[in-house]
């Protein structure tokens, strides 16, 4: 009886293979292997968001620890929701509205896609939830400028309008096959898998925001310490592994160019530790734990424009100056006195100017060839850092003023910053009810 | 001299160390604590209501010369209320013991210039 079924079984599956093997046979066939590799890196992509919680949270005091996670675990709710939604659609659907974003009706709720294979051979759904991951950790990272102070109701609204109206459009731009970032020059900006679209523009929108908001209470003159730098350095190396996702993955094959990304992306990150390690040893004489994973964090930000075209040499080199100009940020931000909390400015936005621009550099020859190739003339280093400029330039401006103006109208509506009593009491308290450390209490 | 310990909400930590500097008072000791009083608080865990046995508390250790005893209780007082000026159960309690001797490590000093 049991064998009878089994076998039932056996042929219903194979029944069912070999029907559905059918009814694919005039779609593009699914090629296994980049389809294995682009759903590992969706996971490891959405890994690298509590990587950031735990990065973050690590870094604030002990009452708004769970405050600081929940603004990232949010994110993974609330954009997830919003990208299957409209966000998949506003990105890579035709242009509309003058190229302002994209929009095919098919691609809301993800409808059309059901059984669609793209080119590559991987199935639609899994480069569209790849990107969702994008989408969702850019709002993410913006919300360590503003840690520590803001409302919760406010920071949710927030990252809901900035995903729709920041990250959809630009994303758009530099990755839609009709994006006027995408078609700008010979081969396009360079940006193999986020430099503008996540670093710049989350790094830039967190520096309005922090400025708009002004600082913490205490701020500078309180010393603010860390509540646990192991939550922090466990977080950044879950973003490191991560981002072998966020940059390997985003070349949506799994081959040549998903090794030269993943070898960029390592030398890159080691170089920028490295690099923070010595310039910290030698300014302040000792080399920080939280140091260390700033300059991994530095490298990896500005690789990640750079991962698809750049050697490791020029990783190496992109690593090392990251870290240095990140490094100068922050000590020109400490006197400057502006309240960038986590440096979500210092690191991701001006680690992130730095890769996009100094990328030009280190290309890869045949790249070069391609791209003259493709221009029907010579396509030198400088004709391509000009682009490269115009759409790290779009990219700030477009954050810097879309930003202002939604946090305008939230603050009006919502009271984005916390009130004197909540701040004082903590996020963790005065929003979520709770406390991160409350089992360490006798009970 | 005298020893004051207050046991605060630990909302409030930040309010009565603000206002503690503000007086002029600016060497105390804090810890967390957790004991029983009037009070039962709930807490949320999983959308669940919970209260605990113990509540989590913060202690604030102060020594003083006289003259500074009143200006330290009031502060605190005002500054630890919570739920307008009438406050509310929980809000802690101030001990005052007899301070016998204070010495300063550093120079060995004694008595109330080593507080």
Redesign the interface.
Known sequence: MNLLSKKNLISMVLLFVVSSGVFAADTTPIDTGATAWMLTSTALVLLMIPGLAMFYGGLVRT?NVLGTIMHSFAAMGIISILWVAVGYSMTFGPSILGGWFGWNPDYFFLRGIDESIMDAGVPEYVFSMFQGKFAIITPALIAGAFAERVSFKAYVVFIAVWGIFVYNPLAHWVWASDGFLFNLGAAGAIDFAGGTVVHISAGVSGLVAAIYLGAR?GYPYQVIRPNNLVLTMLGAGLLWVGWFGFNAGSSISSGLSTAQALTATQVAAAAGAMTWMIIEGMHQGKATALGFASGILAGLVAVTPAAGVVQPYGAMILGVLASMVCYMAIMLKNKLGYDDSLDAFGIHGVGGIVGAIMLVFFIRPSWMNNAAEAFGSDWTVWNQLGVQALAVTVAIVYAAVMTLAIIFVVDKIFKFKSSEIDE???LD?SY????GY?ML??? | MKLITAIIR??????VREALIEADIKRISVS?V?GHGQQRIE???RGQVIV???I?KIKIEIAVNEEFVDITIDTIIKSARTDGPDGKVGDGKIFITPLEEVIRIRTGERGGKAI
């Not at chain 2, 630990?10 to 309010?15: F, G, N, S, T, V």
């Open positions: 009452k209470r004082m009491a903590g308290r979520h009810g709770e406390r409350g209490n006798p009970n | 630990e909302a409030q930590l930040d309010q967390r957790s807490e949320m865990y605990p046995d113990l989590p």
